[in-house]
């Protein structure tokens, strides 16, 4: 066996891992002990990385030639790598020719590597001359970027990880990092367990895993945080609480802001985010330094306060507002460049962080340079080799597609990301899609959404199988290397820039003086020096070309190189003659600003962009679940990553579930300015009345139908909003005004089956692709463990699970095709059909013999029309239990088991597959505190005991029963 080091490619923590392969497959992973991110933890996620990348699941999942089509909505075509590129080049030649660069958009990601954004970047900028190349990072860190560049001058994470062992007070505002950051969580549970005396604020609007471990939760109404945050400096500065002489030697403009908060009382505190005043001076009284029983009511100086925040903060329409308002607390109480304090923005992609570097968004150039200014856009152009770099900026992510939408670009490049899925306003995204002259899609999984939408595509190479470089949120540098050669015809996606680069400079009017037919010039490049190399041959050798933009920069790592990367990963910045990186910044008081001081920003509360009202009264917001990441290209290929949350649902506050006669499942419309969905409700006493929580997670391939004009559903982002804060650029994918009604589908339809591993994946594909037919429709994998059959214990089995519902009965040869696929038209199956009411009921067993003794169970079924029996005949199919007592009865209808049933519950630990009914069981059993119950949960159940993850639900769990008893 083979073991490789490299890097999750999951979320902005970064962790190390080590890739085990043999013969060219990757078949197992595990985390990186040395690894300084996570010390070789790894999540529910990253361990089942593995599952991902078989040679089986590549087969049925992974883009693996270029395939084209000739017409919009055709069947794809294979093609050669040469015509493909041929195609692409002469494509975006003629666009230019005609329209001028501007008329190319370029949408990358942050699951690049760092070496793959700034080829694109040099591509868009140097060789073409748009700087209309923006990414899916846009949508997650825009935000905290324009919130660091305007109080401490730089878009540089000031603290680090192991600051959360050294705070006294933990600020968690926006992030649910029990979720989205669960290694790093596991550190703030190693953090309490050193230091119990350790304060933990959680500011979010729902009670989420991270909220409930919280010794202050401050429960405020959605899109209030700046309120929140000047009502703190308010108090700070009535109590005295604010560091004087810091500001004054260190800082300007507190006197503008002093002015501001002014107004921002307690009283309207509470009136806005419906916070009291006890629990703003307690969270003010933490968070300024000011112990529990402190007798002289006056801030320790050896106390330090450490903010961590995410999403709730950054995708807003005052996301640079709310960044810069949790900044000016750090700034007065100068809570900033020491071990365990600074505001710390989570960075949400594994390399956001990189493309933020090499200037890979549309307002940006190298190094932390802004575009804005001719200085630095004379030292990129005179390392590239050319004139100058464009001034104008290019187009952010809303912007490209609205523009696209309304045919001013022409060409949309997509790389590594899935808009169709993940970008707000999902009319008017698909609308980009349909109308752009031409797309290409450079993607490694041919089952993203927005490969139906190609015109070309670009199979590209993903984890596992890459080389490069890339950036966490603590501003560390890690190697990404490959463990097997790339399947099929993938390439590397800094290859395929390389590629496309020398074919574009070989087009006439391009690269080189040319007047396009509606423009009198083609801008920079037609009096550009022929001095742009972009002949590269090796990630290195992009990186140190990379590395030397940094020089002098903030961001200065001309100190590293590719062979130190080799033994350990390091922070920036590295100077040259350096031993190793900065771990914490501004430690010396002095800021990344024209003056050195840091600048308070006076930023007034604006509400969100969308406000309730009578017509859309619930306050919509979107998050991440526990084991899933981002559009589920990857970990929606896993079913055990479903056992935890198995199905999309839109939960509710119980109150209004009442208020609006909807039981647990009911399907409701969800419907915004934007469009509508149709989705289960649930009900949860973790949100506020009024508001409505759906994962982020759940596009089109797991949650679809159709609407009232026939179009297909699009997933939860077909209401959310695009609106932005107007200096991050920043859409406001947490909160959109919806109203939700009970949606009246009387016909139903649910479809489980096991399927061969063989066909998995291109079954679940098969059923998507008839979504579109019923007015609701989900898809999902599950899988779960057969039982031992006496002889060996099975592997791990994938399975689906569909629901489907419509007004009226479909054609039922839809449902007959839908029987076809997952085997049920064979002798081996039983059936009950009932024409005239549209129903129908068709299953299939499994005959197996062990020890000489015979024995059934349940493979597959579909019962359509009447699905009253699905409770009992679900989980008979999900426990693989013996069906041999049911016989015919299995085709009853009704909710009543003919056989009595043992609840199988939900799984809390993915790991080890513990379900919620084990565990409470085991702790009607077992008393003891708190600690002696997890321990015994931990040691018992083994729950808790790999990844972590489900602890901070274990706890929930144990503070539940102890509450009931």
């Known amino acids: 066996m083979k073991e490789t080091r490299s890097t999750c490619p999951y979320c902005g923590v970064g962790c190390g891992v080590i890739i085990e392969s043999k013969g060219g497959h990757i078949t197992g992973v595990r985390g990186d002990p040395a690894h300084p991110a996570n010390f070789g933890r790894l999540c529910s996620k990253g361990s089942t990385l593995h599952l991902t990348a078989s040679p089986v699941m590549a087969e049925q999942t992974r883009l693996l030639q270029p395939m084209r089509r000739l017409v919009r909505g055709g069947s794809l075509q294979p093609m050669a790598w040469d015509n493909a590129m041929q195609l692409a080049s002469q494509t975006l030649a003629s666009i230019v020719r005609a329209h001028g660069p501007d008329a190319l958009g370029f949408y990358v990601s942050g699951q690049l590597l760092t070496e793959d954004y700034y080829v694109f970047n040099k591509l868009a900028k140097g060789l073409l001359g748009t700087n209309n190349i923006d990414t899916n990072s846009r949508l997650c860190m825009s935000s905290a970027v324009a919130g660091y560049k305007l109080t401490l001058g730089a878009d540089a994470p000031p603290a680090c990880y192991d600051d959360v062992m050294h705070a006294n007070c933990l600020f968690i505002a926006g992030s649910n990092a029990a979720y989205a950051h669960p290694i790093l969580f596991r550190r703030i549970e190693d953090a309490r367990a050193k230091n119990p005396n350790l304060k933990i604020i959680v500011a979010d609007p729902r009670r989420t895993d991270t909220a409930s471990s919280a010794d202050l939760h401050l429960q405020l109404q959605p899109g209030t945080d700046v309120t929140l945050f000047h009502g703190m400096l308010h108090v700070m500065l009535a109590e005295g609480w604010v560091d004087t002489a ?231 540098i890690t190697r990404v290397r490959a463990a097997v050669p790339a399947p099929g015809q993938a390439r590397h996606d800094w290859q395929i820039v390389v590629d496309l680069a020398a074919r574009l400079a070989e087009e006439p009017g391009v690269t080189a003086h040319a007047t396009p037919n509606n423009a009198s010039s083609l801008g920079h490049l037609n009096n550009a020096p022929h001095g742009l190399h972009m002949a590269y041959t090796s990630p290195e050798e992009i990186w140190v070309e990379h590395r030397e933009s940094t020089r002098g920069r903030d961001l200065d790592i001309t100190g590293l190189s590719y062979a130190h990367l080799e033994s350990t990963p390091e922070q920036w910045p590295m100077r040259e003659g350096a031993a190793h990186g900065q771990a914490r910044l501004y430690e010396d008081g002095v800021f990344a600003t024209a003056n050195g001081r840091a600048k308070f920003a006076a930023l007034p509360y604006v509400p969100t962009a969308e406000a309730r009202e009578s017509r859309f009264p619930f306050s919509l917001n979107t998050g991440r679940l526990r084991d899933q990441w981002h559009g589920m290209t990857r970990t929606g290929l896993v079913g055990k990553l479903f056992g935890h949350v198995a199905e999309p649902v839109v939960q509710l506050h119980p109150d209004d579930m009442a208020r609006l006669n909807l039981t647990e499942g009911s399907l409701v419309h969800v419907t915004s300015k934007r469009g509508s969905i149709v989705v289960p409700a649930q009900a949860s006493s973790d949100l506020g009345a009024h508001q409505a929580f759906i994962a982020m997670h759940w596009g089109p391939a797991f949650l679809s139908g159709r609407d009232h004009q026939n179009k297909p559903l699009a997933g939860v982002n077909a209401i959310t909003t695009s609106a932005y804060c107007p200096s991050s650029k920043q859409p406001e994918l947490k909160h959109a005004a919806v109203k939700v009604l009970k949606a009246e589908l009387p016909w139903t339809l649910l479809a489980v089956a096991w399927l061969p591993e063989h066909k998995a994946q291109t079954i679940l594909q098969a059923l998507r692709a008839r979504m579109v037919q019923f007015e609701f429709a989900s898809c999902v994998p599950f899988s779960g463990d057969a039982p031992d059959n006496g002889v060996i214990q099975c592997p791990a089995r994938q399975g689906v699970l569909m629901r489907a519902a419509c007004s009226e009965a479909p054609d039922m040869t839809l449902v007959h095709d839908m029987e076809q696929l997952l085997g049920l038209s064979g002798s081996d199956s039983l059936r009950y059909v009932d024409a005239k009411r549209s129903q129908l009921r068709s299953i299939r067993l499994q005959h197996s013999e062990a020890n000489k003794v015979h024995d059934t169970q349940l493979e597959a079924f579909i019962i359509a029309g009447d699905t009253s029996a699905e409770t009992w005949l679900k989980a008979l199919l999900q426990t693989q239990a013996s069906t041999q007592e049911y016989g015919r009865r299995l085709l009853m209808t009704g909710s009543k088991p003919p056989v009595a049933l043992v609840d199988a519950g939900i799984t809390v630990c993915s790991c080890v597959g513990v379900k919620d009914v084990a565990i409470r069981n085991h702790l009607k059993i077992y008393k003891g505190d708190s600690a002696q119950r997890l321990a015994s949960l931990q040691g018992t159940l083994k729950c808790g005991t790999q990844c972590g993850s489900c602890v901070p639900e274990l706890r929930r769990m144990i503070q539940l029963t102890e509450s009931t008893t």
């Open 246 to 476: 810091y500001i004054a030697a260190h800082t300007e403009g507190f006197e503008a802001l002093q002015t501001l908060v002014a107004d921002y009382t307690p009283a309207r505190v509470h009136e806005v985010c419906g916070i009291t005043p006890e629990q703003l001076l307690q969270a003010t009284r933490w968070f300024a330094g000011v112990p529990p029983h402190s007798t002289r009511n006056a801030p320790e100086p050896a106390w330090r306060t450490l903010s961590l925040y995410c999403q709730g903060l950054n995708q807003s329409s005052s996301g640079t507002a709310k960044n810069a308002s949790l900044i000016n607390l750090h700034l007065a109480t100068a809570q900033i460049g020491k071990a365990g304090a600074g505001p710390f923005s989570l960075t949400g992609q594994p390399n956001a962080m990189g493309g933020r570097e090499v200037g890979g968004l549309a307002n940006l150039i190298s190094a932390h340079r802004d575009m804005s200014k001719p200085e630095h856009r004379a030292e990129v152009a005179a390392l590239w080799g050319i004139a100058d770099v464009p001034s104008k900026p290019g187009k952010t992510a809303v912007e490209m597609f609205e523009a696209a939408a309304d045919g001013e670009i022409k060409a949309l490049w997509i790389a590594c990301t899935n808009p169709a899925q993940s970008m707000p306003d999902q009319a008017t995204v698909r609308r980009a899609l349909e109308r752009a002259e031409f797309v290409v899609v450079q993607e490694a999984f041919a089952t993203a959404e927005t490969c139906a939408f190609a015109d070309l595509l670009l199979p590209a190479t993903t984890w596992g199988e890459k080389e490069g470089t890339v950036t966490n949120s603590e501003r560390r």
